[in-house]
T-cell receptor
Framework: DGGITQSPKYLFRKEGQNVTLSCEQN?????MYWYRQDPGQGLRLIYY???????QKGDIAEGYSVSREKKESFPLTVTSAQKNPTAFYLC??????????????FGEGSRLTVL | AQSVAQPEDQVNVAEGNPLTVKCTYS??????LFWYVQYPNRGLQFLLK??????LVKGSYGFEAEFNKSQTSFHLKKPSALVSDSALYFC???????????FGTGTRLQVFP
């Protein structure tokens, strides 16, 4: 089945540690995104990428980093510089960055808790 | 600034009754509007979108939404609610500057048997 796979589903981290969240898609989509979801705040865009080896900062990129070495993979690293990293992280993909051309497909999310 | 608002944190409705989840927007020019649904601990799923054309848009799972330009609204509706419709619903609008989606804060729909 085609889709987006995020791992791990749950992750616990001590303060000061970097963690990397995995996102893999087999939909052959060009564009990929990372969102952060906090209760009562909706979704906020962290990073997005249209093609391999290219990515752009979203609205809340500080304390995060990404890479896009393969079309199907877009891992997110939450660094120790992120002041409030506890959140639900969602990866998404679409055929292109142009919103009008189609909807976003989301993974099932990764819940990160900093202890 | 472009934005989208969902004025209700939660909507409660009895099974079989019609449901409405409200969304208003503020954008310059013609809006591109979307509804997504999120079930517990899952990602979002696309329901429907309005780009242009008929003001009544039909989507997945029997949902529809009505675009009202004069009221700058895009309310989600369903004629007869199911318990399985209970979820978190997000309205979104395209940011014309970045061509990215701006999501609302979400409305939790609770359908009681």
């Amino acid at each position: 089945d085609g889709g987006i796979t995020q791992s791990p589903k749950y992750l616990f981290r001590k303060e000061g540690q970097n963690v990397t969240l995995s996102c893999e898609q087999n939909l052959n989509h060009d564009a990929m995104y990372w969102y952060r979801q906090d209760p009562g705040q909706g979704l906020r865009l962290i990073y997005y990428s249209q093609i391999v080896n290219d990515f752009q900062k979203g609205d809340i990129a500080e304390g995060y980093s990404v890479s896009r070495e393969k079309k199907e993979s877009f891992p997110l690293t939450v660094t120790s510089a992120q002041k409030n990293p506890t959140a639900f992280y969602l990866c998404a993909s679409s055929w292109s960055l142009e919103v009008v051309t189609g909807e976003l497909f989301f993974g099932e999310g990764s819940r990160l808790t900093v202890l | 600034a472009q934005s989208v608002a969902q004025p209700e944190d939660q909507v409660n409705v009895a099974e079989g009754n019609p449901l409405t989840v409200k969304c208003t927007y503020s954008v310059s020019g013609n809006p591109y509007l979307f509804w997504y649904v999120q079930y517990p601990n899952r990602g979002l799923q696309f329901l429907l979108k309005y780009i242009t054309g008929d003001n009544l848009v039909k989507g997945s799972y029997g949902f529809e939404a009505e675009f009202n330009k004069s009221q700058t609204s895009f309310h989600l509706k369903k004629p007869s609610a199911l318990v399985s419709d209970s979820a978190l619903y997000f309205c979104a609008v395209r940011d014309r500057r970045t061509d990215k989606l701006i999501f609302g804060t979400g409305t939790r729909l609770q359908v009681f048997p």
